[in-house]
């Protein structure tokens, strides 16, 4: 597990998206997360992201992930408001509660 390199390519990602280059920003984000599985904000970037392309399943393994992985999603975890953005992500998968 490469963490600082993750994280170069988390901020690589957010430049690219910056910039609307949505394949590169998912390409480093999928790359970042190989590198540090346990990276959250790469994971619910790239469920935004995948959302966003209409790939609504790997949208939803990311915030499965998340949720699994991070505890509850009432705030028993932070991370400059990470668990808020997966949230949302996930009720708008599953705006029943299915």
């Given at each position: 597990m490469d963490t600082e390199q993750a994280k170069n390519r988390l901020e690589q990602a957010k430049e690219a998206l910056q910039?609307?280059?949505?394949?590169n920003g998912l390409a480093?984000?999928?790359q970042a997360i190989v590198e540090d599985p346990a990276l959250a904000e790469a994971r619910v970037l790239r469920a935004e992201?995948?959302?966003k392309m209409g790939n609504v399943k790997g949208a939803q393994e990311d915030c499965t992930w998340l949720m699994?992985?991070?505890g509850?999603?009432?705030g028993n975890f932070t991370a400059e408001g990470v668990?808020?953005?997966a949230k949302k992500?996930?009720?708008s998968l599953n705006p029943h509660g299915l």
């Open positions: 910039h609307g280059d949505l394949i480093q984000l999928t992201i995948l959302l699994e992985h991070m509850d999603l009432t668990e808020h953005r992500i996930f009720s």
